[in-house]
């Protein structure tokens, strides 16, 4: 049987990953190096700045920008709560009086005489980073995070939407070119569910609804991605977004088989605890989306990619362009010169034969290695 | 370092993906390109020193040119007989780029204002953040915070203005504690380039919570602006903070005597001294795979424009989320499914190496580049624009309620030479597709030449402009640009099938009917005197129905006498006329292989 994946994208049954856990400001390590950790535990912490809310005061008592830090019923430092008082000018032998009141709870932080403001900063908001994946800390960045290693699967999809999770792996078909639907998913409270060639947009939310923290497919529509998300998505920058469940595609846009090689390792590991990420990235720093399925270290490590050499005579292709999108070939012939395309592009290709047997020359650029 | 004759240049461009090296060398009396080569950017893990592509790309143009410029991993300086180069440069989009936030206080003023000079230097700007841009003070704070830029342009405020906004704007950023893209330990940069008269508070705000340097205010009253000596210092703290948190760069940076440059602002600079040496209009654009610049001289003032997400790989998907599907297919004269299309728009933007294989593929793809590049130049126009609040006898809280927009500098009827960059215009398998997709994108006015650069050495040549005018200047005539001819074409109104304008190039003389488009031949190196006299509604510049003269440039295309009208662009809104028309205009100037003329 073929096996497919993208150059690039890792699909691999034994590897040693680290992860790093850095916190987006510095803050506190609460493990330590050696430590064993859960995907789950809290392994780092931080408390980011409040949002800063300003009070024009001198506005609010008609006061020249100067006399406001003498107006201040309250210095700089000091706590305040939403509609207090913060400043109060006196006028007609004291008898009127303006009152400036905080906008909200926190601190005050600066009186400006040269702007007559006042900025008040909120109490400030925790921020606890997880480990993420089971594992053991390999490395402490002192205030910052840490380092988590562990060794296991690790499949990264093609595109994905919606940030961490963890939860079981769960098959929903036994087939990769098959589609579970919303009717066929099953009992998948707390899972990771592999629902076929197609994620649609009512099998995403029916799954969201009975629980599934993730679904994994080989394609997923443009039009129900939109439907997902409530906007076109124009650049491929995700993993912020805000869905409740997370989506991760193995294959591309529209229903395509999840590749036999993902989805018979994803078979083998039904049932394990996994941690997936949907942030996908591409641009400088390709950031892929990825399931991370930690073992029992049994020292087995696969083979690095057979593929290295790059195309050879023989080998079996998928195509990943019209007109043959989606199609397996063995590659023929590998002629050096560049040939002219039906665009007439000049270009390197190669000769293939397709599954039905025609023959067929395609763009280099345009095709993916697949093991045999 | 002119007045030394130059035997020899190398010159890298260290793109987000690819390093490219050329070489120059003089050549009889003459700088003529040698060679060059390519290598694979190495900014990222696993290599993480960009010096590891340079020094691969160059190995490529020793081979290619059969000759030694390193010795180990250092570039030989001055070349010895047939060893070394005279002169290293390089310039830089690695990592993303320069990305900047700006500042202003009023947003149509001091905010424009800002914005150019940031673009100017070659940034992608992150958010311009006003005072009256309608946001809250804390929505505001909060931006700022999310926002990781590079570097911040601080402005606003009229020299001896009030300095009340202005300071706010400081409290502002200092409340949001704003951190660096790059590394976690330094400050960020922070330019102060407003009222003069606030520095001395801005200082005292900003001086401890960020690394500030203070310039010359961008606007010193509502008439001026005065955006050069900001963009000199943030090119010089794009090497100071920016370039020298990047993996490589202060090696690379050892390498050349020159300042490495944002690439953006070498370009620039290479279509300013165009503009300046030929005195003419020029529109200048990169069409890549993330993002589109628009460069233009108009009335000799230089703007330049990022459309950061149009792209034709990596935001291909965000054309068509903008343009929308209608438009895109407006351009194609075959039955595209519409769910097939934005599928293969996204799985283009997530394999973004993928080619065009079928002409239907192609098509799409060249359908695409159209809207891309018109939406990159509507964002150009709007920002491409005289100073807002001059002539204006107002207080700084009245030009705070002021609506009224400054007029757009960009004039089509006057714009001499367009120039295309990026695979999609360079490398199209046929010239007269590139010549066309500028064409009915940019929609030129009048008479106006085209051209596309051969293998995107603009970069390079811009920044060797900088020290060796002659030697970029002869690269740039010879062996950069490629001449595709000259595109005529009136303005006015008429019924479909009528006859717009009469042309005599040379010898041949052609009627052109409204909504028809032809070609004539005129070889590259070739120029004719031309004569087009429209008929009584169309226009050539010298009034309706009055005939011009004019010497029109051959190319590899020739000269395309485009009829099918400005102002409005006449493209038949039923499909089937429409397709009509396509196929026309695609047979007239032998656009695409035959075949594809009678397919549907």
Excluded at chain 1, 120 to 135: C, K, L
Excluded at chain 2, 26 to 52: M, Q
Excluded at chain 2, 77 to 89: A, F, I, K, S
Aim: net charge negative; hydrophobic share 45%.
């Amino acid at each position: 049987m073929a096996h497919s994946y993208t150059p690039g994208l890792r699909v691999t049954g034994f590897a040693t990953m680290q992860k790093t856990r850095r916190l987006p400001m510095k803050g506190e390590v609460i493990v330590a190096v050696g430590a064993p950790v859960k995907a789950e535990d809290v392994v780092a912490r931080t408390a980011l700045p409040g949002n800063v809310k300003t009070v024009n005061v001198a506005n609010l008592l008609g006061l020249p920008p100067a006399d406001v830090p003498g107006a201040m019923l309250k210095p700089a430092g000091s706590s305040v709560g939403e509609n207090e008082p913060i400043a109060q000018s006196k006028s007609l032998f004291g008898l009127m009086k303006a009152t400036a009141k905080a906008n909200t709870t926190g601190t005050i932080e600066h009186i400006s005489e040269v702007t007559g403001q006042v900025t008040i900063r909120e109490a400030a908001m925790p921020v606890e980073m997880s480990a993420y994946v089971d594992g053991n800390v390999v490395e402490v960045l002192p205030n910052e995070g840490v380092v988590v290693e562990t060794y296991g699967a690790l499949i990264q999809g093609i595109f994905g939407v919606g940030g961490e999770n963890v939860g079981l792996l769960s098959l929903a078909v036994s087939r990769p070119e098959d589609v579970c639907g919303a009717d066929g998913l099953g009992d998948i409270k707390g899972k990771v569910v592999v629902v076929g060639a197609l994620a649609d947009v009512a099998t995403i939310k029916k799954a969201r609804e009975k629980g599934a923290v993730a679904v994994v497919a080989g394609g997923i529509s443009d039009h129900d991605l939109r439907q997902l998300l409530g906007v076109d998505l124009g650049v491929a920058i995700t993993g912020s977004e805000d869905l409740g469940i997370t989506v991760i595609v193995t294959e591309g846009f529209g229903r395509l088989p999840i590749a036999n090689r993902t989805f018979d390792l994803l078979g083998k590991l039904s049932g394990h605890k996994v941690s997936v990420n949907g942030a996908t990235q591409i641009r400088a720093g390709v950031l892929r989306p990825e399931i991370v399925v930690p073992r029992t270290n049994s020292g087995e490590h696969e083979k690095p990619d057979a593929f290295g050499g790059g195309l050879t005579e023989g080998m079996i292709i998928r195509i990943i362009r019209e007109p043959y999108f989606g199609k397996l070939a063995t590659v023929t012939e590998l002629p050096p010169q560049l040939m002219a395309l039906e665009t007439e592009a000049k270009v390197r290709v190669l000769r293939a034969r397709l599954e039905s047997g025609e023959e067929i020359v395609v763009p280099r650029a345009n095709v993916e290695m697949i093991e045999g | 370092m002119t007045d030394k004759p130059l035997k020899s240049v190398l010159a890298t461009d260290c793109g987000s993906t690819t390093t490219k090296a050329i070489l120059i060398e003089l050549v009889g009396d003459s700088y003529r390109l040698i060679v060059r080569g390519e290598a694979p950017t190495t900014v990222e893990a696993p290599f993480e020193d960009v010096t590891r592509g340079v020094l691969n790309a160059i190995r490529e143009v020793e081979e290619v040119a059969d000759r030694k410029i390193l010795d180990g991993e250092r570039i030989i300086t001055p070349q010895e007989g047939n060893v070394g180069v005279d002169l290293y440069l390089s310039t830089s989009s690695a990592g993303g780029g320069l990305q900047m936030m700006v500042t202003g206080v009023v947003k149509s003023m001091s905010g424009e204002s800002a914005e150019r000079a940031a673009l100017g230097a070659g940034a992608i700007v992150m958010d311009v953040i006003a005072s009256n841009d309608g946001r809250l003070p804390h929505q505001k704070i909060q931006r700022i915070r999310q926002l990781r830029p590079d570097m911040i342009l601080l402005s606003g405020g009229v020299d001896g203005g009030t300095t009340r906004h202005v300071v706010e704007l400081a409290e502002m950023l200092a409340a949001a504690d704003p951190k660096a893209r790059l590394g976690t330990t330094f400050q960020l940069p922070v330019i102060y380039a407003g009222n003069k008269d606030a520095r001395d508070e801005v200082t005292k705000i900003l001086g401890e919570k960020t690394a500030l340097t203070v310039t010359d205010n961008i606007r010193p009253s509502m008439e001026q602006e005065n955006l050069m000596p900001a963009r000199h210092v943030i090119h010089d703290l794009f090497m100071e903070h920016v370039m020298a948190q990047a993996p490589g760069y202060k090696k690379l940076m050892s390498w050349s005597p020159v300042p490495i440059m944002p690439t953006p602002a070498a370009v620039g600079m290479i279509i300013e001294t165009i503009a300046r040496e030929q005195g003419i209009d020029v529109l200048g654009v990169d069409i890549g795979g993330a993002t589109t610049d628009v460069f233009s001289v108009f009335g000799r003032v230089f703007n330049r424009t990022v459309s950061a997400n149009l792209g034709m790989s990596y935001s291909i998907s965000n054309v068509l989320a903008e343009a929308s599907v209608e438009k895109v297919l407006r351009w194609v004269p075959l039955e595209v499914d519409e769910t097939d299309l934005r599928n293969r728009i996204k799985n283009k933007m997530i394999r973004p190496t993928t080619i065009p294989q079928t002409l239907e593929d192609l098509m799409v793809e060249q359908a695409m580049c159209r809207e891309a590049l018109r939406l990159a130049m509507i964002q150009h126009a709007s920002l491409a624009v005289g100073l807002k609040g001059v002539q204006q006898t107002r207080t700084i809280s009245d030009t705070f309620e002021q609506t009224a927009s400054g007029e757009t500098l960009v004039d089509l009827r006057n714009l001499a030479l367009i120039v295309g960059s990026g695979g999609v215009l360079s490398h199209a398998p046929r010239r007269q597709q590139a010549m066309l997709m500028m064409t009915d994108a940019f929609l030129p006015e009048g008479v106006t030449e085209m051209a596309v650069d051969s293998i995107f050495m603009m970069p390079q040549l811009g920044v060797l402009s900088t020290v060796h005018a002659q030697a970029a200047g002869e690269v740039f005539e010879k062996d950069c640009l490629i001449r595709l001819g000259t595109v005529v074409a009136p303005w006015g109104e008429g019924k479909l099938g009528q006859v717009v304008f009469k042309a005599r190039i040379g010898d041949v003389t052609r009627e052109v009917k409204l909504g028809d488009i032809e070609l004539v031949p005129l070889a590259l190196g070739e120029t004719a005197k031309a004569v087009f006299e429209p008929e009584k509604n169309w226009d050539f510049g010298a009034g309706k129905g009055r005939p011009v003269e004019k010497t029109v440039t051959g190319g590899v295309v020739g000269v395309l006498l485009d009829a099918r009208g400005r102002r409005p662009f006449v493209l038949p809104d039923d499909r089937a006329k429409r397709v009509a028309a396509l196929k026309r205009w695609n047979g007239a100037i032998n656009m695409y292989p035959e075949e594809s003329l009678v397919t549907s």
